[in-house]
C-alpha cells in the first residue's frame, strides 16, 4: 500500500536560516511526488512536482526538493527561510493505478522566528 | 479565474441534518476529489470523480454521498450528520491528460462542525 511519511510534526527556524522539511514514501512503482504548501485558512498551493529526469527539482518560492530512489525520500530544502514561509508543509504521492490517486503525509507545521 | 470555488466556506451543522458542500472548477479538468483534513492526519480522500457522470469511493467515504452530474460540479453530500464529520473539507480537481504527475488544484476550503 501506498503512504507518505513526514516525520516531523513542527519545526522551528530563525528567519534567514536554511531548511529542510523530511518526506519519505513507500511505493511500489515510479512515483510523482509533490510539495504543498498551506496558509491559515487557505487551500492547498502546488510548490514543486516531480515525475522523471533530474532529480532536484526547482520550485516556487524559493524552495526546491530532491528525490532519492535509494532511500524512497524527497525532501524539501530551501537556502534561506522568509518570515512569511511560516505554513504547514504536505508532501503528497501521486499514482495511476485508478483514478489518478494521491497520498499526502500529515504535514510539517513550519514557524520562523525573527 | 477563479480555479476551484467551495461553498459554503463555514457551515454549523447540528447532529442528524443533513447538507451539501458544492465544489466548482472552471478549468475543464475532468478528475475531482473530496477530501478531509483532521490535525494530524493530513489529507484523507473521502470520493473522488474521473468524469461527469462517475464517481468513485476513497478512504474514508463512509456517511457521504457525492454526485458529478456537470463536469465542472462536484457535490459532497452529509445526509446525516454526526459529529465525527467535523472537519474541514476541501475540494480538488486535475487534468486526465498525463496521469497521476498532474498536481491537483485546491479550493480554500469548508469549515464544517457537526454539534
Known amino acids: 500500500a501506498q503512504s507518505v511519511t513526514q516525520p516531523d510534526i513542527h519545526i522551528t527556524v530563525s528567519e534567514g536560516a536554511s531548511l529542510e522539511l523530511r518526506c519519505n514514501y513507500s511505493?511500489?512503482?515510479?512515483?510523482?511526488l509533490f510539495w504543498y504548501v498551506q496558509s491559515p485558512g487557505q487551500g492547498l498551493q502546488l510548490l514543486l512536482k516531480?515525475?522523471?529526469?533530474?532529480?532536484l527539482v526547482q520550485g516556487i518560492k524559493g524552495f526546491e526538493a530532491e528525490f532519492k530512489r535509494s532511500q524512497s525520500s524527497f525532501n524539501l530544502r530551501k537556502p534561506s527561510v522568509h518570515w512569511s514561509d511560516a505554513a504547514e508543509y504536505f508532501c503528497a504521492v501521486g499514482t495511476g493505478s485508478t483514478g489518478n490517486q494521491f497520498y499526502f503525509g500529515t504535514g510539517t507545521s513550519l514557524t520562523v522566528i525573527p | 479565474n477563479a480555479g476551484v470555488t467551495q461553498t459554503p466556506k463555514f457551515r454549523v451543522l447540528k447532529t442528524g441534518q443533513s447538507m451539501t458542500l458544492l465544489c466548482a472548477q472552471d478549468?475543464?479538468?475532468?478528475?475531482m476529489y473530496w477530501y478531509r483534513q483532521d490535525p494530524g492526519m493530513g489529507l484523507r480522500l473521502i470520493h473522488y470523480s474521473v468524469g461527469e457522470g462517475t464517481t468513485a469511493k476513497g478512504e474514508v467515504p463512509d456517511g457521504y454521498n457525492v454526485s458529478r452530474l456537470k463536469k465542472q460540479n462536484f457535490l459532497l453530500g452529509l445526509e446525516s450528520a454526526a459529529p465525527s464529520q467535523t472537519s474541514v473539507y476541501f475540494c480538488?480537481?486535475?487534468?486526465?491528460?498525463?496521469?497521476?504527475?498532474?498536481?491537483?488544484?485546491f479550493g480554500d476550503g469548508t469549515r464544517l462542525s457537526i454539534l
Open positions: 478549468m475543464n479538468h475532468e478528475y
Open positions: 511505493y511500489g512503482a515510479t512515483p510523482y
Open positions: 516531480y515525475f522523471s529526469g533530474d532529480t
Open positions: 480538488a480537481s486535475s487534468y486526465e491528460t498525463g496521469g497521476a504527475n498532474q498536481p491537483q488544484h
